[in-house]
């Protein structure tokens, strides 16, 4: 069983802008090349969920009508809730309340909002949810919650899921494609 895990293409904000849940547009056109490019890579007969966030939905649409697929929309794929930092420029966001978060990534709730382990309960959940059902999935998400189900692939713990998701690096480009295989986790 693979999970294919697409994140969502670059939304319309300006850079330097902190954002998660807020709900952010992507230009259709940006959507479409993106999922012509991804389509030709993915399974016809997995699975095919998404984020409800207008961002993954974008890409999603697409996606379901190339693939012959229907889209099931599912909250728990959605980013993190970074509270009142959402859609502030991270320079306008105290510095103590920044380095409050970098020192504990897992447990503090940066602007007010989710905890890196409220998310990583959610995560797990959807990520168990999938492995009862079996069958390859696509999901349309974002970089937060593929670092986390990529962890959910090699822990059990939901503390394990969410520092090894808070240590990994963000490094999955926009509209990037990352295939993980179940046989590589527990």
Do not use: N
């Not at 670059?10 to 012509?36: F, H, K, M, N, T």
């Not at 890579?41 to 009508?65: F, G, T, V, Y």
């Not at 099931?72 to 309340?97: C, H, K, N, V």
């Not at 899921?161 to 494609?177: F, K, N, Q, T, V």
């Amino acid at each position: 069983m693979r999970l294919y895990l697409i994140r969502h293409p670059q939304p319309e904000v300006a850079a330097g802008i902190c954002y998660g849940r807020s709900d952010l547009a992507v230009p259709i056109e940006r959507a479409l090349e993106a999922a012509g490019a991804l389509a030709p890579r993915l399974p016809r007969d997995a699975l095919l969920w998404s984020s409800p966030a207008d961002r993954c939905a974008a890409l999603a649409e697409p996606l379901a009508s190339a693939l012959g697929a229907t889209v099931r929309y599912d909250a728990r794929l959605l980013e993190m809730d970074f509270g009142a930092w959402e859609m502030q420029a991270w320079d306008r966001i105290p510095r103590s309340e920044v380095d409050a978060w970098a020192a504990d990534t897992v447990a503090y709730r940066p602007g007010g909002g989710e905890r890196v382990l409220d998310v990583a309960e959610r995560v797990k959940s959807f990520h168990d949810g999938l492995k009862i059902e079996g069958r390859d999935a696509v999901l349309v998400c974002h970089a937060g919650v593929i670092r986390l189900l990529l962890a959910a692939l090699a822990h059990h713990g939901i503390a394990d899921i969410a520092s090894a998701a808070a240590r990994a690096p963000h490094r999955i480009a926009y509209g990037e494609l990352v295939i993980a295989d179940y046989a590589a986790g527990p």
